[in-house]
């Protein structure tokens, strides 16, 4: 299998350090406090929170910092061969583990003492690049029910296949059995490293090559992410002056300004 | 970062499942000439000078590479589509393709049309993905020739309708017949490079009354076609094949002919359980030597035993049907190098050893997959009935391959005269149910027949062997002459300095690329310092460099009888690396302590500088052994090191190894006219045995320590157990002379072994020997992570692991143990492709087969010096008997090497056969002669089985096997310009002395 012809193309036409196309949609569910709809080209994923709220169970209730729930499931229907997947399979448990892991080291916990976020992940459709979705879906959802963080996580993975170091894999890529890095950082924190994790193995020199990229995929993403969440509090803004209904163009540019601000101190 | 401007989800089916892709439509694709002001000069491929520019459609890419590959075919565009296609369809068309698209000569550009944002097409609803692709060719054809106002550029398709299309979207289109037409003045070889069948078939479904219908070569063969009634069953279509083989009515497997009977093959089948048997060539129905095919078995009473005669002039019967020119058929094989191949028994194949009981017979339903060679088949015309057909006229001429595997093969050619003592490489197109041979086009001419060069370059061709020069970048990895051992290597603290040990090497004469040395020390408390010290390879070889690439793809050096064919640039082979006396040098060395008794106490591995005392030949060293008043060091050592391998080797018999011998033969050659002057038997001494035992103590030590540290990537050599029925033959005509053989364990076989003496024969047990070795799979090589434990054993040397790591200057597979050596001592790391599993499958598979081409090379050129040195004598020699027939004996020439066979025929019919194949010209009718020389022969000679005897029936002679006789050796012209021996009996009084064998 060429993964990488000589013309320096990828099985899908991406150059070696192009990401898939990037698709957001915030706030998709009325029900949840906060949603996302993200797409990493025909990967698809769902992310909803509910909370910060009161523990449910008071055995659980940690009186110094917020617990994280998070539940990952793929639908039925996500692969190409309908297969239902338990919630408990070991695929399943680590996913949600390391998604978990990094929002925790994501979500300023210790301002919410006493109460619990929900996080639900779903996958529609997968074609690579799940666990990476499903950080940046449930990062966005968290922005949109507004619980305060300390900066953006991004996530992104790549990997070595024909001797290039490959960003963004699809899952033709990801089956291709070569080593399969993927990693979450915060960007504005000198990209600090909240998510690594790597499938196979691979030289050391030829890690921090993918890493690196890895690293520069994952500040791409962030990028996107951090545009849309711009557009999408200017939007709600302009809903919410227009509602008010003749406040003043000032006031609504205030409370635009304001809107963004908040964004950058969740960050 | 280059994100996609837009994209388009692109659909396939696949059994079941929908697979969704993304396809990402780029701005950033350039049409790669100088010419097109946008495009940017580093992605410039092709030419701005050239005439035109030439874009191939699929097909013309699948069946005329050799036009393509031909100097004066340049600037080149290969839409992405047809890349694509081509690697569906031909794997190996697609390398052909790749590798003159990476050539900066041939200006081959890729144009990725179909991730190009303007030549990107969507299937329409009921276009057919075949006309959908053909659309894009057209479509990227017309964007090159909107884009290019200035520069021609011409669509090369043999697909007239496709032509018509292209027409009609203002794109110049052509076929590959018209293009070399025009091209007649520059460039006229190209006419003859044109696959003509392909493109006649292709013409044939346009309208090709339009075009190239006076076209000399294709109008005659369309009529001709016309006129010929069918010789071939139509194979069915591949839907009823596959649904064939699920229901068992076919069986799918790899045809294999036998090399000396071209009617007569095999299909192994793991369906049947056994091998089935092909007889004939209407069975065959236009399957060849390799072909994937579905066979379906004939009813049991057709059933038939691989023949118990000798294949004579009347064989099989089949093949008549053609018209009168095709009624000559091919005459019986004359004598060849005795073959020691594994798993092969002169004659049959393998799976024939069962004699004449009958075998499942079956029939040729239908190719599932062609395994026509790409490079060609060596070979050469046949001669032309009549001197009719001026000179550059297109004449239908017969091409005869040098292998009589393959059928003969017709081509097209307006050099008919020029060619005919040439040998010439010819490819096949097309093989069609009308015509009794497949039909070809001419490739190249190699030289005239019978030239030494010519053959020799004939015999690489035909075992794919790479004498290509290296390439620049190959040569960019050597280091510079003249090189010597630095500073930095003395500092290194990993490599020993053992410059000061009595190192020497023991070599055959005349060898350059020295890769083991040796030492022996006492050590105080009374053992042994034993050494051996491996030319240090990879540490100018560097995983991953263009050197490491070309050393992978070659795999082995390859020994001719006055060639070498180096697997790495000379400076490597024969200077930096080989340990040549008097110089210091780096190794890899394996150092051992052992008791007296030979038992190893420890062993280590490490780097080294040493600096060789001697570079002794076999000879030396066996004289320096044997003349006790030698007491210098070198000879002391030698012969402690002897006396240590005596002991090894005893105890490695006593374990069960397998003592074989084989036939190798030695050639004294003339210094001025390269011919061989003399020829005789290949001596063996004790010191080729003390080396041998030496190097497989390391091979061992080394397996083990390896696979030790890498259970999952450690490179091994293994020796399957050989399945008992190869051993029928052997021990039916042991026993017919009282010789019993035990093939159970190796053990037991070697024990056997050495009872099978003769008082009268002193060479009846090298003999056996060479039979046994017949009788043996061949060792192949593994990485350990593809077999279990178990597999790993080496049948013949009775060791539980084995690997070759003593010789990386001539072979692949011990670079990679020096490396996975190397990264279990911790020097390295281990190189990631070590650990890809598919990766390695690939480069194990391909040593596997360098490994055997390599034997085959060497053998085949040992065969043409052997007809070379008969060429201008006639020699009486001493033969044995080794395979008794109802016509005829298969026997052996152990002095010269030499198997074949002898017919019993009547002196009459001797001389008449005789006058007949002296003729030369006359081949066929000496053929028919000799043919009913050996049916008379037939009714006068009792064949018994069970005794493996023939007797006359007046009682005169009689002969069994391994008897001894004497055989007169003469070079004949055969059909095809195939000159060979031929073997004929005579009475063993006319035996000079000197011939005889004590």
């Given at each position: 299998m060429e993964y990488v012809s000589p013309e320096g193309l990828r099985l899908d036409g991406r150059r070696p350090k192009e990401l898939r196309q990037l698709k957001a949609q915030l706030d998709v569910l009325s029900t949840a406090d906060g949603s996302a709809l993200f797409e990493m080209g025909n990967t698809k994923v769902l992310a909803a929170v509910f909370g910060?709220?009161?523990?449910?169970l008071r055995s659980q209730e940690d009186e110094k910092r917020a617990i994280i729930r998070c539940e990952y499931a793929m639908a039925?229907?996500?692969?190409g061969e309908r297969r239902r997947r338990g919630k408990s399979d070991r695929r399943a448990t680590e996913i949600t583990k390391a998604i978990r892991n990094t929002l925790e080291q994501t979500i300023m916990t210790e301002l919410l003492p006493r109460s619990q976020i929900d996080i639900y992940v779903q996958v529609l459709q997968a074609d690579g690049g799940t666990r990476c979705a499903c950080i940046n879906a449930a990062f966005l959802a968290l922005a949109v029910a507004a619980v305060p963080m300390r900066d953006v996580v991004a996530a992104c993975a790549a990997g070595y296949l024909d001797s290039t170091a490959l960003l963004d894999l699809n899952y033709m890529e990801d089956a291709g059995g070569g080593p399969d890095v993927v990693v979450a950082v915060h960007p504005n924190h000198s990209n600090r490293v909240v998510l690594l994790q790597q499938d196979n193995r691979v030289a050391v020199e030829t890690f921090e090559e993918v890493m690196e990229l890895a690293v520069a995929g994952c500040r791409a993403v962030a990028d996107f992410m951090r545009g849309r969440l711009l557009e999408h509090t200017r939007a709600l803004a302009a809903a919410r002056a227009a509602g008010e209904d003749g406040g003043g163009g000032g006031g609504a540019a205030m409370e635009g300004d304001s809107g963004e601000e908040l964004e950058d101190d969740e960050y | 970062m280059l994100q996609s401007k837009s994209f388009v989800k692109k659909t396939r089916r696949g059994h079941v499942v929908k697979v969704v892709r993304e396809h990402y439509l780029r701005d950033d694709i350039y049409s790669g000439t100088p010419l097109d002001p946008e495009c940017p000069p580093e992605a410039c491929k092709l030419s701005g000078e050239a005439p035109h520019y030439l874009l191939v459609d699929t097909n013309v890419a699948l069946h005329q590479m050799d036009l393509l590959e031909h100097a004066a075919v340049s600037d080149v565009i290969v839409p992405s589509v047809v890349l694509e296609e081509v690697k569906a369809r031909n794997a190996s068309v697609y390398q052909r393709l790749r590798q003159l698209a990476a050539a900066d000569a041939k200006r081959f550009f890729v144009f990725a049309n179909e991730h190009h944002r303007e030549t990107y097409i969507k299937q329409e609803p009921g276009e057919t993905p075949n006309d959908r692709n053909d659309r894009a060719i057209r479509v990227a054809a017309a964007w090159y020739t909107a884009r290019l106002p200035t520069q021609k550029v011409i669509l090369l398709t043999d697909d007239a309708d496709n032509r018509r299309k292209a027409v009609e979207m203002g794109v110049e289109a052509l076929s590959t017949a018209a293009y070399t037409r025009q091209r007649a003045s520059d460039a006229p070889e190209l006419q003859d490079l044109v696959a003509a069948a392909a493109a006649a078939r292709g013409d044939a479904e346009g309208d090709a009354a339009a075009e190239g219908g006076k076209d000399a070569g294709g109008g005659g063969g369309k009529g001709r076609a016309a006129k010929r009634q069918r010789v071939y069953e139509e194979h069915r279509p591949m839907s009823e094949v596959t649904a064939g083989i699920k229901a068992g009515r076919y069986h799918q497997g790899t045809l294999r002919v036998n090399r000396f009977n071209s009617f007569e093959g095999w299909v192994g089948s793991e369906s049947v359980g056994q091998d089935i048997l092909i007889s004939g060539r209407i069975d065959m129905n236009r399957a060849m030597e390799g072909d994937v095919v579905a066979v379906e078995l004939l009813p049991e009473e057709q059933w038939r035993g691989p023949s118990n005669k000798l294949p004579t002039a009347k064989a099989e019967g089949a093949g008549a049907t053609g018209g009168g020119e095709d009624a000559l058929e091919e005459v019986p094989d004359g004598a060849h190098i005795a073959q020691v191949d594994p798993g092969e028994h002169y004659g049959e194949d393998a799976a024939a050893a069962g004699g004449g009981d009958k075998r499942p017979t079956g029939k040729v339903v239908g190719i599932i997959k062609r395994n026509w060679r790409t490079r060609g088949y060596c070979g050469s015309l046949q001669p032309?009935?009549?001197?009719?057909?001026?000179?550059n006229h297109t004449q239908s001429v017969r091409f005869c391959p040098v292998e009589r595997r393959f059928p003969y093969i017709r081509i097209q050619t307006r050099q008919a005269a020029t060619l005919a003592d040439k040998r010439i490489v010819v490819a096949i197109d097309s093989w069609e149910a009308d015509s009794l041979y497949p039909s070809g086009h001419y490739v190249r001419t190699l030289g005239a027949i019978g030239d030494k060069e010519t053959e020799t370059e004939v015999l690489l061709i035909e075992n794919d062997i790479n004498t290509n020069p290296f390439t620049s970048a190959v040569h960019a990895c050597v280091p510079p002459l003249p090189w010597s051992v630095s500073e930095a290597d003395l500092a290194d603290p990993s490599r020993a300095d053992l410059r000061h040990l009595a190192v020497c090497s023991v070599d055959p004469p005349g060898c350059k690329d020295i890769d083991d040395a040796l030492h022996v020390r006492r050590l105080p408390n009374g053992n042994f310092e034993l050494g051996v010290h491996i030319a240090d390879v990879t540490n100018f070889v560097h995983p991953g460099t263009a050197m490491d690439e070309e050393a992978s793809a070659r795999a082995t050096t390859v020994y001719l009888v006055q060639r070498r064919i180096d697997m790495l640039p000379k400076p490597l082979t024969e200077d930096i690396c080989s340990l040549r006396a008097e110089v210091e040098r780096l190794a890899f060395s394996v150092i051992w302590e052992v008791t007296p008794d030979a038992e190893v106490v420890s062993s280590q591995f490490t780097k080294s500088v040493i600096r060789s005392r001697a570079a002794l030949t076999y000879a030396e060293a066996q004289s320096r052994i044997d003349d006790a008043r030698l007491t210098d060091e070198l000879s002391t050592n030698l012969r402690t090191m002897n006396q240590l391998a005596r002991i090894l080797r005893r105890k490695r018999a006593d374990r069960g190894a397998l003592q074989l011998a084989s036939p190798e033969v030695k050639f004294e050659i003339d210094t001025e006219t390269h011919d061989p002057l003399d020829v005789g038997m290949y001596q063996v001494r004790e010191a080729n045995q003390m080396v041998e035992e030496m190097m497989l103590l390391a091979n061992c030590t080394v397996a083990e320590f390896t696979l030790r540290h890498f259970p999952a990537c450690a490179m091994l050599r293994r020796h399957p157990v050989p399945p008992p029925r190869q051993f029928e033959q052997l021990l039916r005509a042991a026993a017919a002379v009282g010789a019993s053989i035990d093939p159970s364990t190796s053990k037991s076989l070697a024990e056997s072994l050495d009872g099978c003496v003769r008082a009268d024969d002193p060479y009846f047990n090298k003999l056996i020997r060479i039979m046994a070795t017949r009788c043996m799979t061949q060792a192949v090589y593994l990485s350990s992570g593809e077999a279990s434990v178990p597999e790993y054993h080496h049948y013949g040397l009775a060791a539980p692991l084995y690997t070759h790591f003593t010789s990386p200057i001539r072979r692949y597979a011990d670079v990679i143990v020096h490396r996975v050596l190397m990264a279990a001592l911790g020097l390295r790391p281990l190189p990631e492709s070590l650990r890809d599993r598919e990766l390695m499958h690939g480069v194990v598979d391909n040593l596997n087969l360098r490994h055997r081409n390599a034997q085959m090379a060497g053998r085949a050129s040992v065969e043409l010096h052997t007809l070379i040195f008969f060429r201008s004598r006639h020699v009486v020699a001493d033969a044995r008997v080794t395979k008794v027939r109802a016509n005829g004996l298969i026997v052996f020439v152990p002095k010269y090497g030499i198997e074949g066979p002898v017919y019993l025929e009547d002196s009459a019919a001797a001389a008449a056969a005789a006058s007949g194949g002296a003729g030369g010209s006359g081949g066929g009718a000496g053929g028919r002669k000799k043919g009913a020389a050996a049916a008379a022969a037939d009714s006068n000679f009792v064949y018994d089985e069970e005794k493996q005897t023939v007797r006359s029936k007046d009682g005169s002679t009689h002969y069994t096997v391994f008897d001894k006789c004497a055989v007169r050796i003469t070079v004949e012209e055969a059909q095809g310009n195939r000159r060979q021996l031929v073997l004929r009996l005579v009475p063993r009084s006319e035996l000079p002395a000197s011939e005889q064998m004590h």
């Open positions: 910060p709220k009161p523990t449910e039925a229907f996500s692969t | 032309l009935k009549a001197a009719g057909g001026s000179a």
